[in-house]
DNA sequence: CACAAGAATTAAACGATGTTTAAATTTAAA
DNA sequence: TTTAAATTTAAACATCGTTTAATTCTTGTG
């Protein structure tokens, strides 16, 4: 495929082939945010491009492969915030992560929004990197509530294997309802921050349990 | 419009289209059960009712009518269920509400995934019925709770207004995940009732808590 | 420098689908 | 039986994703 050899050497035409499809995809990730990727229509992106529809065809792809491209940029992303969330006290890994979310999806929150809604319809998150962000995702959580039982927070009378699964759900249904529109990004720290420290509270031994708590205090008062 | 005077008399007329609606909406269940309400087609349903594309039109309406007709008769049944779930002790009522809805889907376990996937695409579910039927279902959550905490069960220590809807966002992400097909209906019940009882777990009282724990044991060891 | 080969781009069309229009048919009442 | 209204029908319309075949352009070569 042409495709594939884009800037492999710095010919005018590699290097304008790679210029139109930059243009390509950054016309569409905002055409996503404006109205969704179900109403993004080919045509009207080659007009936003400056181009023609087959072109697109051919150094793109069709609607699967944009957001297929789309996606996979955005769970690079999604991996590199997760990996910087591994610190201690364990509540404070839960909670950076969710703020770090909240403050990346902040960055241009109608594309991120319409782009999340897309990915979880399609099933691209599930396919994504090989083996799925899902079961990828899924394991901090469990690592984190193993390394507070070893810590005497947790009782470890849940299995990190069961309480994992939970928080990160948490997690997914605060993000999917930000995502629909049920409530914008501060509702979505909340959402998800209360449901995590829940989780956490029902396994937690009485002095973490009451520092779980006063969080949620915090966080549902005001 | 001639549609909602349907049967109001018993001519052959209105006899014959109220069948035929009956008829149309019947195969539109099957279809969506087959592939999706996606790809569910309108010259594909007019051929397997016997008719012709405008007479479902002019009977029942668009794909967006098709799915509303659809959607609101589940939430009918949907309704009916919760109310039947009202019961104690506590964590039988959100028990038996689970059960009583595997059960139900289990009676036409494709359509209903496929229901379910289109209804939370497009957004039909929180316009049904006048003020959506997630302000209404998260009510009962709430008032459990409630009881709960008048039963000394729950310490009242987290309110029922922030647990209450952690609860129904254990058995919605479940039944998301579900009708996705990341496990069946047993694996809806589990996850659905872990969730809950982990949820119920966070601010039990510690005999009430043992409780929880053994069920929470005898749902995942198995 | 001119030219031939190959690749990228374009205009146009194809096939599918939701929806609507206008004519034909059927029904209920006078 | 006839007439007026309503239903059903065949056909077309509009839009969209996608593909085909011809055109244009770039690159390497004689």
Redesign the pocket.
């Known amino acids: 495929m ?2 594939e ?2 800037g492999s ?1 710095e ?7 790679a210029k ?1 499809r930059e243009t390509i995809l950054r016309e569409a990730r905002s055409l996503i945010a404006d109205e969704g990727f ?9 007009a936003r491009a ?10 793109v ?5 944009i957001l297929a491209v789309i996606i996979e940029e955005m769970v690079v992303q999604l991996r590199a915030l997760q990996d910087a969330a591994r610190i201690d006290p364990v509540e404070e890994s839960f909670a950076k992560l969710i703020e770090d979310l909240a403050d990346h999806f902040a960055t241009d929150e109608a594309f991120y929004r319409a782009a999340f809604i897309a990915g979880d319809r399609s099933g691209l998150f599930e396919q994504s990197s090989g083996e799925g962000i899902f079961a990828h995702f899924v394991q901090q959580p469990i690592e984190t509530c193993t390394r507070a039982v070893e810590a005497g927070l947790l009782r470890g009378q849940i299995a990190p294997e069961v309480l994992g699964p939970q928080i990160y759900g948490c997690y997914r249904l605060a993000r999917q309802d930000w995502a629909n529109g049920y409530f914008d990004l501060n509702g979505f720290r909340k959402q998800a921050l209360v449901g995590v420290f829940l989780c956490l509270a029902s396994d937690a031994k009485p002095a973490f349990r009451e520092r779980l708590m006063s969080k949620i205090a915090g966080l549902t008062s005001g």
Chains 1, 2 share one sequence.
Do not use: F, H, Q
């Open positions: 042409a495709v050899t884009l050497r010919s005018t035409r590699s290097k304008n082939m139109r179900e109403a993004l229509k080919i045509r009207d992106l080659a400056g181009l023609t529809v087959p072109t697109i065809y051919n150094l792809g069709g609607k699967n492969e």
